[in-house]
């Protein structure tokens, strides 16, 4: 079993920056896809970046393309979302997740097999 942990979500400035933080514990995750998702009061969550198991393929929502990274330190288990020129509509719980399978970004959140507990992310006008 794997459980991830997310940590880094705040109040920023639209303009701002955060950096979340995802880790693991369990098992090690350095074979898994991992991914970021965000839901917004009202709305259903949604695909942000995933990146696969060597941190050699990512992929990115068109909403966040140029200004969010995801990116991977597999020998600390952790994956990291760096968010950069947020804005108010950034606004959302984000979600770490894992996949067993290494490969094949983007993928569906059904194939997602962990979830964390989400942080939230709040961008002011």
């Known amino acids: 079993q794997v459980r991830l942990v997310e940590s880094g979500g705040g109040l920023v400035q639209a303009g701002g920056s955060l950096r979340l933080s995802c880790a693991a514990s369990?098992?090690?995750?350095?074979?898994?896809?991992m991914g970021w998702f965000r839901q917004a009061p009202g709305k259903e969550r949604e695909f942000v970046a995933a990146i696969n198991s060597s941190g050699g393929s990512t992929y990115y929502a068109d909403s966040v393309k140029g200004r969010f990274t995801i990116s991977r330190d597999n020998a600390k288990n952790t994956v990291y979302l760096q968010m950069n020129s947020l804005k108010p509509e950034d606004t959302a719980v984000y979600y770490c997740?894992?996949?067993?399978?290494?490969?094949?970004?983007?993928?569906?959140?059904?194939?997602?097999?962990?979830w964390g507990q989400g942080t939230q992310v709040t961008v002011s006008s």
């Open positions: 369990g098992r090690t995750v350095s074979s898994y896809t």
């Open positions: 997740c894992a996949d067993r399978v290494g490969w094949g970004i983007p993928k569906p959140q059904a194939l997602y097999d962990y």
